[in-house]
């Protein structure tokens, strides 16, 4: 990535690394920041020493590596851990534009979404209201259990940024999920944090603007079966719906949930399973009364096979002749319909996004649309991030930089929150 040193320029970046082999990755990417303008101070369990010297990062950073939280007179201390200050955690946590923990291994990861504070990261963590960005590695078998996948799902709900892992050679010569993210990525999601928290606070923050507000969302892509073994799809992953979900909970909302995504889901968000468009238009249309806002972010399909196969199709019948029907739009039906409830549509687009999305927005009778480029690598399906050109019914229309899904997430939610007369200000004063 190139380095932007507008964003990252001067920025006191705290990382964090934790006891795991994917340590010396960490290593680069200390470097890289520090490349790119930011001011780097390395924090190391004792793990993580194990791994890689204090002194490898010490050579690197913007200033020692740190280890210990007890630090002071009687302290041997070695000369970098910070020798004489007794409270470097809350020094640190006080200072830092953003924490990033790389690699994040399942024990710190549970550590934080229990509060636990044993060591100098711990404490530094527990003592910031600095935006948290972790980026988890460890065996495939650790990653998919459920402890660390409901760790991870606390620590979303606190607006933590979770880079996800990759899958990819491991320790010992394995193959799977659970691969640090390579470099650019965790950078990606540090500069799209640091961008936002510089606009508007980021998503670290811990706000209850929605409380009492009830939300629908959708999310992840629908599959319209083609027989009872193969189906028409698309590229969603369910992250965005999930990422507003998420957001709109630890704001405080009630949130309905309907996602066709097995992504795992923070305590108190009500989820509805579905798989196809007429199943998400039945549960969407149903609760669409009760509620105060609905966000569409999944991808629903805009045709149907016209009939379903009983029976597995044979190659040997050869290539079979599907004919397809229109789906329900059910963003569309919700906007001749509604009744006070703010409504928010995405639009996925190649070409001429603005124009495409615009004309949406008013044959859908949307408040507010959220036009994604899904060919930026970037944005749009699958991948952690996302950058969107919002457009509001009065006119107005913003354009984001890069986020995190999470921060967009918030940012939509600002204008939902505005409309709902939550907000501090109008959509219009926001956006212009
Ligand atoms: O899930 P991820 O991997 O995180 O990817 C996120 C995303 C790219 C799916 C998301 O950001 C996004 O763009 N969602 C909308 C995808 C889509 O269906 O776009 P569209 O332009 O085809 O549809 C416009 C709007 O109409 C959408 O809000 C869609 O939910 C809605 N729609 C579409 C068809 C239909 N039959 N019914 C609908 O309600």
Known sequence: MAPDSGAWGGRQV???????????????????????????????????????GALTFSALASEPAQTQLFTGPNHDGSGSDGVGDPIPHTRLGQRADVIVVAPATARIIAKLAAGLSDDLLTATLLATRAPVVVAPAMHTEMWEHPAVQENLVTLRRRGVHVVEPESGRLAGGDVGAGRLAAPERIMEAVLAVLTHSSVSGGSGTQRCDLAGARFLVTAGGTREPIDPVRFIGNRSSGKMGHAVADRANARGAAVTLVTTSGLAVAEGIDVVCVATAAEMHTAVTARFDQVDAVVMAAAVADFRPKAVAPDKLKKADGAPEIILEPTVDILAELGAAKRGQVLVGFAAETEAVAENAAAKLTAKNVDLLVANDVLDPQAGFEVDTNRAILLDSSGASEETPLLTKAALADVILDRVAARLGRGPTTPDQEMR
């Open 14 to 52: 705290v990382l964090g690394v934790a006891g795991g082999i994917a340590a010396y990755k960490a290593v680069e990417l200390c470097r890289r920041m520090v490349d790119a303008g930011a001011h780097v101070i390395p924090v190391l369990t004792e793990d993580a020493t194990r791994f890689v």
